[in-house]
């Protein structure tokens, strides 16, 4: 298995606080990539990076930001968070482009 | 546009053969990926396409047919363990990216 960890596992937050979700890989992968998935929409990007402090958005990417400063760590933020973030959020690892991506165990984030 | 396309459900007896079928359409094709997923899991890599033809691995077989924008997944000697959400993801846009668009996914219930 990649080893790839996801933190916190389980997260229960106020509408309007901000959030940050870590994923930590020990792979030494370049390309890491942030998904949520949500009944009925199955998995969407939202952000992934190719290097560090190389990202670049996926498809659902307003209302969160990312930052990548080391190989190993990559962070999803949420400025602000909203009942409409409530999903289990997905860390991804891949060693290229053009190779199979492992996921992480996932995080579940909830927005009161 | 992008779209991926697979059945939303399927059930099967243990010990049977099922195909999960798929169809994709994308700007820009890196690949063809199926990833397993049990309930309350991260999803798991199964088998990457990237010509056409068959891969078997195993009880696992995935077919391609770019010119059709098809693929499907053969399941043999079904398990009550293979029961679970099979993921139909194709690697789209620039090749330097990795990024993949998922279906839904289909979820799969294997009978006694």
């Known amino acids: 298995d990649a080893g790839i960890t996801q933190s916190p596992r389980h997260k229960v937050t106020e509408t309007g606080t901000p959030v940050t979700l870590r994923c930590h890989q020990t792979?030494?992968?370049?390309?890491m990539y942030w998904y949520r998935q949500d009944p009925g929409h199955g998995l969407r990007l939202i952000h992934y990076?190719?290097?560090?402090?190389?990202?670049d958005k996926g498809e659902v990417s307003d209302g969160y930001s990312v930052s990548r400063s080391k190989t190993e760590d990559f962070l999803l933020t949420l400025e602000s968070a909203t009942s409409s973030q409530t999903s289990v959020y997905f860390c991804?690892?891949?060693?290229?482009?053009?190779?199979?991506?492992?996921f992480g165990p996932g995080t579940r984030l909830t927005v009161t | 546009g992008q779209n991926i396309d697979q059945p939303t459900e399927m059930t099967a007896t243990e010990g049977a053969i099922v195909q999960i079928n798929c169809t994709y359409q994308?700007?820009?094709?890196?690949?063809l990926f199926w990833y397993q997923q049990h309930a309350g899991e991260a999803p798991t890599f199964l088998s990457y396409n990237v010509l056409d033809g068959l891969e078997e691995k195993g009880r696992f077989s995935s077919f391609l047919s770019r010119s059709k924008g098809y693929s499907y997944l053969l399941l043999k000697e079904l398990q009550m363990k293979d029961s679970a959400s099979y993921l139909c993801?194709?690697?789209?846009?620039?090749?330097?990216?990795?990024?993949?668009?998922f279906g839904q996914g289909t979820t799969l219930q294997v009978k006694p």
């Open positions: 792979e030494n992968h370049r390309y």
């Open positions: 990076s190719y290097g560090v402090k190389d990202t």
């Open positions: 994308t700007s820009g094709f890196n690949g």
């Open positions: 991804a690892i891949s060693r290229d482009s053009s190779y199979e991506q492992y």
């Open positions: 993801a194709a690697g789209g846009g620039s090749s330097n990216t990795g990024k993949l668009i």
